[in-house]
């Protein structure tokens, strides 16, 4: 009948709605099985029947069919309130849900991670300007002192010598490369004794 009728039909039990009737206020097995069982339930519980009041509402439910609604171009909003709707289309967000909520804890993560990273970035950077402000003024301290002051490397090459040190050993700037070692500053006889010095010093015994 429905696919022949050029109106909507309507039905008043619930298990018609979905083939092919609009709906309606449809009488439903469940709800009136919950309605009884909860009667029931109160006789179990020891009250009698006139102690059990009266249902005057129906559990009977406003009950439509979206597919049926769409064929006869009949909104949602004419519809009373706290009515089922079924075949209602499946959200993008409905469908993916699960896979969505994934996504966006990894986008969150990442996110997190970049803003830690980008953190400690600028952290970096601030301790490698401080350090520099710290070696320009180790480096101006040292070109006004009248003693012979210089820095090594952790390979014992000279990465600084003041005025005073290239005066003492007769050099230029222009002498020292980024492979100079102390050592080549003293002669071949006192280069161990250097050597160890050195070593002692930087662990703290000299």
């Known amino acids: ?4 009728a050029n109106r909507p039909i309507f039905s008043l039990w619930d298990f018609y709605v979905g083939n092919g009737v ?3 206020k449809v009488i439903s097995g469940k709800a009136q099985g919950k309605a009884a069982a909860k009667t029931t339930l109160q006789l179990f519980q020891g009250k009698t ?4 009041p009266i249902t005057n509402e129906s559990p009977n439910t406003y009950m439509f069919d979206h597919k049926i609604l769409e064929r006869y171009h009949l909104s949602h909003k004419l519809l009373p309130a706290n009515t089922t709707i079924i075949n209602k289309p499946v959200s993008f967000y409905e469908k993916n849900k699960s896979i969505l909520w994934k996504f966006y804890l990894v986008v ?7 803003v830690i990273i980008s953190i400690n970035l600028i952290k970096l950077r601030a301790a490698e300007e ?3 402000l ?5 480096r101006e301290l040292g ?13 014992n090459n000279l990465i600084f010598l003041n005025k005073n040190g290239f005066q003492q050993f007769l050099l230029k700037p222009a002498d020292l490369t980024e492979k100079t070692h102390i050592t080549e500053l003293f002669a071949r006889k006192e280069q161990k004794r250097i050597t160890n010095n050195i070593d002692l010093i930087k662990r703290g015994e000299y």
């Open 108 to 114: 969150f993560a990442l996110i997190a991670i970049i």
């Open 130 to 132: 401080s350090l520099k």
């Open 134 to 138: 710290s070696e320009e003024r180790f």
């Open 1 to 4: 009948i429905s696919q022949s």
């Open 49 to 52: 029947p006139d102690q059990i």
């Open 22 to 24: 609009i709906g309606g």
């Open 143 to 155: 070109e006004l002192l009248p003693e012979t002051i210089f820095e090594l490397d952790q390979f």
